[in-house]
């Protein structure tokens, strides 16, 4: 008797959860790219990334290279820069700036924040002026 309720139980948090994961993307998460192309971006110390722009919610994935990490790492500490942006204090960031300044789109948009997914992934939440919309003009 006892197996019906918890099976029961069971399924109704199963559904739950799967209804979760279809909801906006909130960020934070590698899954809310699996269906955004990526555009190829290169750094000033040569470091070879992917970016990610969520359609959704307008957040960038940056994804690096293991052998590009490396190689920027190592680029940034002969020149005495540090790893970690100030602007964000997340890795990455660089790569992040040269797409908005690569993407005629993304003219005067900023970093606002950021987070590290994983040692070669970050996110950033981007911030775009408003675009002034058209005036409606009617002839009678």
Sequence with gaps: ?????????????????????????KGGSLSDYVAVPS???TTACGGGFQVYRQPVNGRLLVA??????MRQTFC?????EPSVSPT????????ALEY??????????TLVSGIEITPLHSEFVVSCPAQPVPAVTAKG
């Design 1 to 25: 008797m006892l197996y019906r309720p918890l099976f029961l139980t069971a399924t109704i948090v199963l559904v739950g959860a799967i209804s979760g994961c279809a909801s906006e993307p």
């Design 39 to 41: 555009v190829n971006v």
């Design 64 to 69: 690096a290279y293991a052998a590009s990490e």
């Design 76 to 80: 940034q500490s002969w020149r005495g």
């Design 88 to 95: 964000t204090g997340v890795r990455h960031e660089d790569a």
């Design 100 to 109: 908005i300044a690569t993407t005629p789109a993304m003219k005067g948009c």
